[in-house]
């Protein structure tokens, strides 16, 4: 079974920078191989933010050129590393599959505000 848990969230004024990590806490023998960020403002839905698949990575235009999503090489985490953040950046952050087919974690919060 997969169980994400994410990690790295914080407050942070406009301009600033955040790394959020993701690890499978449940089988720490399954690689990452494609996977997903997304992220839920407060009283909108989840949408996607960024994806890699096979190394290749896409972005939703409000992002992109600021985040950058990685996955490490023993292919245990996923990264999205987030520079320049403004306040609509602000919300619960989560890692799927590019499908969003697993169960989801408990998220980490981002606050952008000065």
């Known amino acids: 079974q997969v169980q994400f848990v994410e990690s790295g969230g914080g407050s942070v004024q406009p301009g600033g920078a955040l790394r959020l990590s993701c690890t499978n806490s449940?089988?720490?023998?399954?690689?990452?191989?494609?996977m997903a960020w997304y992220r839920q403002a407060p009283g909108k839905q989840r949408e996607l933010v960024a994806s890699?698949?096979?190394?290749?990575?896409e972005y939703r235009d409000f992002v992109r050129g600021r985040f950058t999503i990685s996955i490490n090489s023993a292919r245990d985490t996923v990264y999205l590393q987030m520079n320049n953040l403004r306040p609509e950046d602000t919300g619960l952050y989560f890692c799927?599959?590019?499908?969003?087919?697993?169960?989801w974690g408990q998220g980490t919060q981002v606050t952008v505000s000065s």
């Open positions: 799927n599959g590019p499908s969003a087919s697993y169960s």
């Open positions: 449940r089988n720490l023998r399954l690689k990452l191989n494609n």
């Open positions: 890699i698949r096979s190394g290749r990575t």
